[in-house]
């Protein structure tokens, strides 16, 4: 139990264009879903707080308007990146928490954004 | 200002022996912690957690001990397994929140 995934894995953009990730928790339904990154040798930062049918709460430093994400259903939230810079390459990750758990968190397999 | 530590970046222990991971936290109002392991391009794997009211949380190999007062807490892995190899993350949250993470120490399990 407990499994969320990601889609794409991996992706390569070109610069000035748009990358939408998707979270899925596929066994679960998810109250609430997170969004981290994670740059080269660094540890996982928190991006954004997600609850199915709100606006999602962002951490300080990251950018609504540029990373726009959508919580539509209890197993699904998104994460698009817009207007994408090469320095937005990073691994993003999602988390769900959600079901029989209380605070424990759930992790997606990441994705592996390269913008050129 | 980083409110979660993990002071040892790497960590070597042979096989069978006992690995003691530790991580510090600054801010007391953590009400929970986690421990995950990871490996590079992959998402962390939930291994145990702990309330800030408990001392100490046992999962077959894996018991996580909680110092409040140090502010301290570390995961202890008996015996250790060449497949425990991998990068594990200390986490700290409270309430509803997102978690805050350590950077994380390597542990090499040596045959």
């Known amino acids: 139990g407990a499994v969320v995934s990601q889609h794409p894995s991996r992706v390569i953009c070109k610069s000035g264009t748009s990358v939408k990730i998707e979270c899925r928790s596929l066994d679960f339904q998810a109250t609430t879903m997170f969004w981290y990154r994670q740059f080269p040798k660094q540890s996982l930062m928190l991006m954004a707080t997600?609850?199915?049918?709100?606006?999602?709460?962002?951490e300080q430093g990251v950018e609504k308007d540029k990373f726009l994400i959508n919580h539509a259903s209890l197993t699904l939230s998104t994460l698009t990146v817009t207007s994408a810079h090469p320095e937005d390459s990073s691994f993003y990750i999602c988390?769900?928490?959600?079901?029989?758990?209380?605070?424990?968190?759930?992790f997606g397999p990441g994705t592996r954004l390269t913008v050129t | 200002d980083q409110q979660v530590k993990q002071n040892s970046p790497s960590l070597s222990v042979q096989e069978g022996r006992i690995s003691i991971l530790n991580c510090d936290y600054t801010n007391s109002m953590f009400d929970y912690f986690l421990w995950y392991k990871k490996y590079p391009a992959e998402g962390p794997t939930f291994l145990i957690s702990i309330s800030s009211i408990k001392d100490k949380n046992e999962d077959g190999r894996f018991t996580v001990f909680l110092n409040k007062s140090a502010k301290h807490l570390s995961l202890h892995i008996v015996p250790s397994q060449p497949g425990d190899s991998a990068v594990y993350f200390c986490?700290?949250?409270?309430?509803?929140?997102?978690?805050?993470f350590g950077k994380g120490t390597h542990l090499i399990i040596q045959p």
């Open positions: 997600s609850n199915e049918g709100s606006k999602a709460t962002y």
């Open positions: 986490a700290a949250g409270r309430g509803a929140d997102g978690l805050t």
């Open positions: 988390s769900a928490r959600g079901g029989t758990s209380t605070y424990e968190q759930y």
